[in-house]
């Protein structure tokens, strides 16, 4: 079965520079959300989209930002990195009108 | 505002014995979703199960079994005859919906280790 699929899986930046992370979800998903885990943390919800539309916001910074596009996968674009933004960055999605969510691998983010 | 809450966080047994994972959550809402998940050292987030809030059923799939209780707040995730692999890091998550919004709200998690 077609899974989440997250790239890149891990990615190295430094201090005040930008990333990108992609998202695809599971084919017929009509709803993506990004989670952050930090070490040894649970994962916290940053946003969601469905159907192309955000949402619902939680403890995003203002220097993250996201969108979905037509093909419904998803990018969180993250600016002005900082040494705390260093964590697994998880994407999942739903079923239309389902509540669970499948997870993408997480890309492992490195801010040095 | 959601809750959920895993107090165990580390539990250590060795494989055959049975272990229970707690977990106790807090909510206004009357509807409402639970979920365990499973985070192994690979680090991904597997789906284990999804519970709604009218039904109170206990389920069992093979050695896993989850009991719910509304009147404790509680959702226990039951490993009989634990395994090896049954080793990693387990969520219980909660999810309030409203309109679109479904996001998961994590327990801190506990991390169980099964010593051969």
């Known amino acids: 079965a077609a899974g989440v699929i997250q790239s890149p899986r891990h990615l190295i930046k430094e201090k005040r520079e930008t990333a990108t992370l992609k998202c695809y979800p599971i084919?017929?998903?009509?709803?993506v959300y990004w989670y952050q885990q930090g070490p040894g943390q649970d994962p916290q919800f940053l946003i969601s989209?469905?159907?192309?539309?955000?949402?619902d916001k939680g403890s995003i910074p203002d220097r993250f930002s996201a969108q979905q596009f037509s093909d419904y996968h998803s990018e969180l674009n993250m600016s002005s990195l900082e040494l705390g933004d260093s964590a697994l960055y998880f994407c999942?999605?739903?079923?239309?009108?389902?509540?669970?969510?499948?997870f993408g691998p997480g890309t492992r983010l490195t801010v040095t | 505002a959601q809750k959920v809450t895993q107090a165990q966080t580390e539990i250590s047994v060795v494989e055959k014995e049975d272990v229970t994972l707690d977990c106790v959550y807090e909510?206004?809402?009357?509807?409402?979703?639970l979920f365990w998940y499973k985070q192994p050292p690979s680090g991904e987030l597997v789906f284990l199960i999804r519970r709604n809030s009218f039904d109170e059923q206990n389920e069992i799939s093979g050695r896993y079994s989850w009991n719910f209780q509304k009147s404790t707040s509680s959702f226990n995730f039951t490993i009989t005859a634990s395994q090896v692999v049954d080793s990693a890091v387990y969520f219980c998550?909660?999810?309030?919906?409203?309109?679109?919004?479904?996001?998961?709200?994590f327990g801190s998690g506990t991390q169980l280790t099964v010593l051969p």
């Open positions: 998550a909660l999810s309030v919906p409203s309109g679109s919004a479904r996001q998961l709200t």
């Open positions: 989209f469905y159907e192309k539309m955000q949402s």
């Open positions: 909510t206004r809402d009357t509807t409402y979703y």
């Open positions: 999942a999605s739903s079923p239309q009108g389902q509540y669970e969510q499948y």
């Open positions: 084919p017929r998903h009509d709803t």
